[in-house]
T-cell receptor, first 114, second 109 residues
Framework: EAQVTQNPRYLITVTGKKLTVTCSQN?????MSWYRQDPGLGLRQIYY???????DKGDVPEGYKVSRKEKRNFPLILESPSPNQTSLYFC?????????????FGDGTRLSIL | GQNIDQPTEMTATEGAIVQINCTYQ??????LFWYQQHAGEAPTFLSY??LDGLEEKGRFSSFLSRSKGYSYLLLKELQMKDSASYLC??????????WGAGTKLIIKP
């Protein structure tokens, strides 16, 4: 089954404790992206990747890191999480960034930073 | 700056028709998407418009006017399962998706 898999689905942690949210897709998609979704603000892009070893900042990259060493994986790293990073996070992938390629989303990761 | 505007919330009756509007101001335009998102779930793709006009897909239709920076999503024969948020997103000149905050649609029996 074609899918985007995120882990964990839920995480409660404390300020300053490094964490990684994994994202994996099995559709051989070139484009991958991380979003956060907060009430009233909609989806905001954190980082995106056009292909292996190519990553770029989105609208809200501060406090986050990503890597794209393999085509299928795109982990999101919070080196020193803070309470303002409490949010619902989505990973998404598409064949490419151009044209009518719809994005396929993972089920989301709800992070709470205390 | 880039901006997508949608109504925050709408209410409609089961069996009726509802139109959800989206206006946009972006740096260039390479297409407009509509996604559906049920509470606590991931967004799922509904439609894509890049040329002016109406695209029909079953009970859902999407319209685009590039000159007016305007789109709408039309939902017919509403069902209770259509209760969800509907997200409008525009692909700008750099092929980056700019997202609206979404419209929460409440369907009443």
């Amino acid at each position: 089954e074609a899918q985007v898999t995120q882990n964990p689905r839920y995480l409660i942690t404390v300020t300053g404790k490094k964490l990684t949210v994994t994202c994996s897709q099995n559709m051989n998609h070139e484009y991958m992206s991380w979003y956060r979704q907060d009430p009233g603000l909609g989806l905001r892009q954190i980082y995106y990747s056009m292909n292996v070893e190519v990553t770029d900042k989105g609208d809200v990259p501060e406090g986050y890191k990503v890597s794209r060493k393999e085509k299928r994986n795109f982990p999101l790293i919070l080196e020193s999480p803070s309470p303002n990073q409490t949010s619902l996070y989505f990973c998404a992938s598409s064949l490419g960034a151009e044209g009518h390629q719809p994005q396929h989303f993972g089920d989301g990761t709800r992070l709470s930073i205390l | 700056g880039q901006n997508i505007d949608q109504p925050t919330e709408m209410t409609a009756t089961e069996g009726a028709i509802v139109q959800i509007n989206c206006t946009y101001q972006t740096s260039g335009f390479n297409g407009l998407f509509w996604y559906q998102q049920h509470a606590g779930e991931a967004p799922t793709f509904l439609s894509y418009n890049v040329l002016d006009g109406l695209e029909e897909k079953g009970r859902f239709s999407s319209f685009l006017s590039r000159s007016k920076g305007y789109s709408y999503l039309l939902l017919k024969e509403l069902q209770m399962k259509d209760s969800a948020s509907y997200l409008c997103a525009v692909l700008d000149s750099n092929y980056q998706l700019i997202w609206g905050a979404g419209t929460k649609l409440i369907i009443k029996p």
